[in-house]
């Protein structure tokens, strides 16, 4: 392969991972293949540590005390289940990461939804509707006189005699 060619595969699959990135869906797909991928790979590894471990278990040299052999398979089996673990953590790590994605599109909307009611609650908050008085408060304003309807307090009763 030429440079040439090898340039444009990497901008084409980079133009097709920004083309996933950009869509939840095709991004939850995309991890789903990768998931699919790696659970098949634990299967196997899976096996692979059963028959590993009772094979090197079996394996003794004369002269070997009890326990020795197994003694002598640990790290074997240790390594194994690291690497499981692993991809344990892989497999729950893509379906995390294809929820969140799925999360964050949500977020956004709700965010723009979100924006738009608080500017036109402050929209409302600086240009109070007019408020329209009612029938009640016409009849107040036509009887009213300069000087007041009635006593506000005990002590406004200097014209008025108390019952």
């Known amino acids: 392969m030429s440079t040439e060619e090898t340039n444009s595969l990497f901008n084409d699959r980079s133009v097709l991972l920004r083309e996933i990135a ?3 869906a095709a991004f939850a797909n995309y991890l789903a293949d990768f998931q699919r991928v790696l659970l098949d790979m634990q299967a ?11 094979h090197c278990r079996k394996i003794r040299v004369e002269g070997d005390k009890w ?3 197994r003694l002598r398979s640990f790290p074997v089996e240790r390594s194994l ?3 499981l673990k692993d991809l344990k ?41 007019a408020i329209q008085p009612t029938s009640e408060s016409k009849e107040r304003a036509g009887s009213q006189n300069s000087h007041y309807d009635g006593p506000e307090s005990i002590h406004d009763l200097s014209d008025r005699r108390s019952a």
């Open 89 to 129: 953590g892989l497999t729950s790590g893509l379906e995390k990461s294809a929820h969140k994605r799925a999360a964050h599109d949500e977020k956004v909307e709700s965010v723009a939804k979100q924006r738009k009611e608080r500017a036109l609650l402050k929209a409302q908050g600086n240009n109070p509707p």
């Open 44 to 54: 196997n590894l899976e096996v692979l540590q059963r028959e590993a471990r009772v």
């Open 22 to 24: 950009k869509n939840p």
């Open 67 to 69: 326990g020795q052999a």
């Open 81 to 83: 289940n690291n690497v």
